[in-house]
């Protein structure tokens, strides 16, 4: 529930969740990623959802050059 419930809802979650998916495509066009250890990730329970026990590391393996992107 991250944008809460009810009357009081956030009326940004969906311009938040639009920034989201075009702020992970355009690192995602840039940079390659990997965990910082190969070796698997414990999980923990964090409030209702499960996460990585140490938090998420993540290292940059490669930079791809930047490639212009026409939007219509
Ligand atoms: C990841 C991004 C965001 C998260 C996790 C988030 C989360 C929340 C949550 C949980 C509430 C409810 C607070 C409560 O119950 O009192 C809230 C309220 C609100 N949010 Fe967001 N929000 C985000 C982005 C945005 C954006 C982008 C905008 C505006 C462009 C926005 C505008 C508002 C406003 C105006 C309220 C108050 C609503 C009210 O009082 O009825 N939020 N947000």
Request: aromatic residues 2%; hydrophobic residues 45%; positive net charge.
């Amino acid at each position: 529930m991250p944008f809460g419930g009810g009357a009081r809802r956030c009326p940004g979650a969906n311009l938040a969740m639009l920034e989201m998916r075009v702020i992970l495509a355009t690192v995602l066009r840039r940079v390659r990623l990997a965990p910082d250890r190969p070796q698997p990730e414990k999980r923990k329970a964090h409030h209702v959802t499960i996460v990585p026990d140490r938090g998420v590391r993540v290292v940059v393996t490669a930079r791809l050059a930047a490639t212009p992107r026409v939007v219509s």
